[in-house]
């Protein structure tokens, strides 16, 4: 039996970054060995893409070259830290994956989600998170909370590209609401925490009780 796979998702200034340390806490508490990694990055080539993506020197970027450089990343992360992790027993909890691509490279710059589709089965085939915790707010609350730190490459595009990037996370949600929580962004950080905290409370307790009676997860 393969552990969980659980990913953050959201916008700029949803609070993937605090949350994400409250639930490795929480997933922990019960000596239950946990992968914190993130994407792009998590592995040393990623995180050489991640730099040069989002603080490189270049004027753009077209929405395939970075989709390719994603993938790219992401092929490494999964062989390397993820699916390992994974087999051995581990569960992983990565802040961001590929519905950011889709999200980012197909909503905001309006890459054809069947070139996606591809390059997704190429590279992951058939693992997905097993829950996909989406931290959702309106483009104002998010880019506001941001406002006064240093810019990297997406968060310089304006609001009509964030747009498209929460309604295409927002649709990618609607379409798999088996695997996607939407929690509401928008609360103070205590109640968002708790709306966290309670999803992943339920999906702990489903998910070892699969394992328990030998359903295969994986």
Avoid at 190 to 215: C, I, K, Y
Wanted: glycine share 10%; aromatic share 8%; charged share 30%.
């Amino acid at each position: 039996m393969r552990g969980a796979f659980i990913t953050l998702e959201g916008i700029e200034g949803v609070g993937k970054s605090t949350l994400g340390e409250r639930a490795l806490k929480l997933l922990s508490d019960d000596d239950r060995s946990v992968v914190v990694t993130r994407e792009p990055g998590g592995t040393t080539l990623g995180e050489q893409i991640r730099h040069w993506i989002l603080d490189g020197e270049h004027a753009s970027l077209s929405a395939e070259v970075e989709a390719l450089l994603m993938f790219a990343a992401r092929g490494y992360h999964l062989d390397t830290i993820i699916r390992p992790a994974l087999a051995s027993g581990q569960w992983v909890l990565c802040d961001r994956f590929t519905d950011a691509t889709y999200a980012y490279q197909g909503g905001g710059r309006g890459m054809s989600s069947r070139v996606l589709d591809t390059l997704k089965d190429a590279i992951q085939g058939a693992l997905t998170p097993d829950l996909t915790i989406l931290l959702d707010a309106p483009i104002e609350v998010g880019l506001g909370r941001i406002a006064s730190r240093k810019q990297d490459h997406f968060e310089r595009e304006d609001r009509a590209f964030f747009e498209r990037v929460r309604r295409c996370y927002l649709d990618l949600a609607a379409r798999e609401p088996q695997r996607f929580r939407v929690v509401d962004a928008t609360l103070p950080l205590e109640q968002v925490w708790a709306s966290v905290r309670d999803e992943l409370t339920r999906f702990v307790e489903r998910f070892d009780g699969d394992t328990a009676v030998g359903v295969n997860v994986g």
